[in-house]
Structure formats: structure tokens, C-alpha cells
């Protein structure tokens, strides 16, 4: 495929001011804040920083409550763990392994005041009820997104209904930005020019003109939040570029992987004791990954059974998703 000439990675080495937070990276932001309909987006180094600003918007701590799935990546848990505040673990539907409403709101109390939601292995949460649930209890709304870019949940783009949506372009991703990176998408673009200042050590430009550019120093150390502490976050701008390409190709990915597990599920057809994951209307699955729960009782099988059967004898390597967080 010919790489569109102003999104040429070998170009931005050659030729660009800056390989930190620059051009490229506010190319990608903008791109990527049409392609999900949010109201800003901000690139960072990974799913996991971008979870860690939102924990900082969702303005919990010691005292309060959040509820989070138990059945996901630690990356979902840890910046709010962090905090301070109480984490209640939410239950999953078995048939589709993601949160319900119904898990949500048995565990809503006075203290709530957030609630993260995770479009686990790719496919897309059940978001109207669920928002109707955070709605009717004032809940900050983080959708983790890492394993579910470019999903749709009836033809609107995840990370697009909470307050916060958590993107990841890691290696595994179904995109990468050379290995690691991540995108912060807001409805509120307040919380863009914060998560600015936030994710490169609180350094920002000084306002208004100065006699001398060098007076007093290059930048401002800013407080974008009292209280709250920067990080370094930041993208590299070869990174944001190779964002950009594959963004373009994000829909034509998704549908291959789709296209992939559909000849792997039809394979799989004459064995039922395999169950894979129901997806029901109105959600999308862009198959980050294709997990499979396995229903041996009737052979007096288990699942450790299987597993070792296809890497004895196959040498094909199964993982168990995920430890109970």
C-alpha cells in the first residue's frame, strides 16, 4: 500500500522539528477526534496513561466509590486503586463477559461516584442502559476502550458516551503506533486542555507576548488541576504519524479480524462444548481478541484438559483471560 505523502514516517525523521509533542501529534488528535465524534482528543504514551488521567477528571479519592469490572486487564484498575477511593467490583454477564446494568446498579450507593466501563476482547458494551444507570446516579462515565478501537454500539463509536474514553495502541492492539501509545478521548474540552498540560510534567508556553523569549525561561510550569501532580505522558511524533496511516485503515482492519473469526468460529462449529461470545444487538465486535469458554462437564473434561492437549500434542499455547482483578 503507498503511504499518503504527508503521512510519511521516514519524512517525519528527516524533516520534522521536533520527534516530541508536535505537529503530527495534532494531526492525529484531530483526526481521531472525527473518527470517534468526541469533543477532544489528546495523544499519550499508553491506554494505561490515559486510565491514569482520567482517574485525575473523574475527581474521586479516599471516601468515595467506584465500581469496575473484576473481569479485565489490571491497567482498568490500578490508576483509580491508586487514588485511593474504594473499588466495587462489578459481575459479568457469562455470555458476554462484559458488565450489565443490573450488576452496576445492584452496587450504586451515596459514596459512587464513578463508573468505568470496558468493551472487553473488542466487543461493545450494552451503553444505553448502562448510561442510564450512571445518568440516574450522577456517575463520572470512563469507557475503557484499549481492546475496541473504531467499535460501533449502534452505529455510534465507543468512547464517545462516557465523559472519558481510554484508547490503546499497543504492540497486541488491533492498531499500534510502533509499539505503545494511547488517545484520551473527552467530551468536555475543558478536560482536553488540562490532560495538555497534565501529561508533560505541567510545562506549558507562557500566556501573551515577551520582550525576550529566554525571560523569564523557556515555559511555565502550570497547575492545570490544584492538587494533582503531571506525568510524562507524552507521544513521539514517528508514533502519531504511523497513528495517522492506520486510523485511515481502521474500519478495513476491524473487518478483517471480524472476517478471521468467523472462518475460526465456523471451523469450530462441531464443537459445541467451545461457547464463544454472544454478541447482542446493537453491539459491534472488532475480535481484539476471540476467547472461548469451554464446557467439558458432559466428556468430564476441563478446561486445563483442552489446554493441554493442544500444546502437548499440537504445541498450541492458550492463555486464561483474565485472573480476577
Known sequence: MEMPADIDGYRVLREANTLATGTEGEAFEKEFTQLIGCGDAVAVSSCSSALELAAIFSDIGPGDEVIIPAHT????????????????????????????????????????????????????????????????????????????????????????????????FHTHKNITTLGEGGMLAVRDPAHGRAARRLRWMGNWPFEGQREHYWQPTMSDVVEPIPGRWPFNFCM?????????????????????????????????????????????????????LMPARYEGQPYRKTRDDLIGILYNQYKIKCVVHYWPA
Not at 448510561?131 to 450522577?138: F, G, K, L, T, V
Not at 492506520?246 to 474500519?251: N, Y
Not at 473469526?261 to 446493537?282: C, H, K, M, N, W
Request: net charge neutral; aromatic share 8%; with cysteine.
Open 73 to 168: 486487564f489490571v491497567s482498568t484498575a490500578v490508576p483509580f486503586a491508586r487514588t485511593g477511593e474504594t473499588i466495587k467490583w462489578a459481575d459479568i454477564d457469562p455470555a458476554t463477559g462484559l458488565t450489565s446494568a443490573k450488576s452496576v446498579r445492584d452496587l450504586v450507593t451515596d459514596r459512587t461516584k464513578a463508573l468505568i466501563v470496558v468493551h472487553l476482547y473488542g466487543l461493545t458494551a450494552d451503553m444505553d442502559p448502562l448510561m442510564s444507570a450512571a445518568q440516574e446516579h450522577n456517575l463520572f462515565v470512563i469507557e475503557d476502550c484499549a481492546q475496541a478501537p473504531g467499535a460501533r454500539y449502534k452505529g455510534r463509536r465507543v468512547g464517545s458516551f462516557g465523559d472519558v474514553g481510554c484508547y490503546s
Open 236 to 288: 513521539g511524533e514517528p508514533n502519531a504519524a504511523v497513528g495517522r496511516l492506520l486510523i485511515q485503515r481502521l474500519d478495513q482492519i476491524n473487518e478483517q479480524r471480524r472476517e478471521q473469526a468467523r472462518r475460526f468460529i465456523s471451523g469450530l462449529r462441531d464443537y459445541p462444548e467451545l461457547v464463544f461470545q454472544t454478541v447482542p444487538e446493537g453491539c459491534e465486535h472488532v475480535r481484539h
